[in-house]
């Protein structure tokens, strides 16, 4: 079953913002959201502000000693270490674990106000290397 957070395009439970929500991790130093920039979409506004984006995987404890594929999560910080949006993963388990790299999968990355600014779509690529149904 795919993962479905409460709100669409919002972080599932406990990713929130520091002190949201119980069981959350410990505090994450937010990049404090900058001042609205005319023409930018809203969520946006933090790349102008930041020379790199360093994204870490979160890894999963069940993924690390089983094998079982479980759906990706990330932090994206700034070069101070300041998260500044945090991606998911949406796929199906079958999916994860019959097809490995090769499954279709949505990312949904949000800000620390848990609005979805991006959303990129993989579709799922049938016998994806072969030279003859690629």
């Known amino acids: 079953m795919a993962h479905q957070s409460p709100v669409h395009g919002s972080a599932p439970p406990g990713m929130g913002p520091p002190g949201q929500a119980f069981g959350a991790a410990p505090p994450v130093q937010w990049m404090q959201a900058p001042a609205g920039v005319a023409g930018c979409p809203p969520g946006l506004e933090y790349l102008t502000q930041v020379d790199q984006l360093l ?31 945090y991606a998911f993963e949406e796929s199906d388990v079958c999916m994860r674990q019959c097809c490995g790299p090769s499954r279709g999968f949505i990312i949904h990355i949000v800000d620390n106000l848990q609005r979805e600014v991006i959303r990129v779509n993989r579709e799922f690529k049938c016998c994806a290397g072969c030279c003859w149904c690629a």
């Open 55 to 85: 994204v870490h995987q979160i890894v999963e404890l069940l993924e690390a000693f089983t094998g079982w594929e479980t759906q990706n999560r990330y932090v994206i910080k700034n070069s101070l270490g300041q998260q500044v949006y």
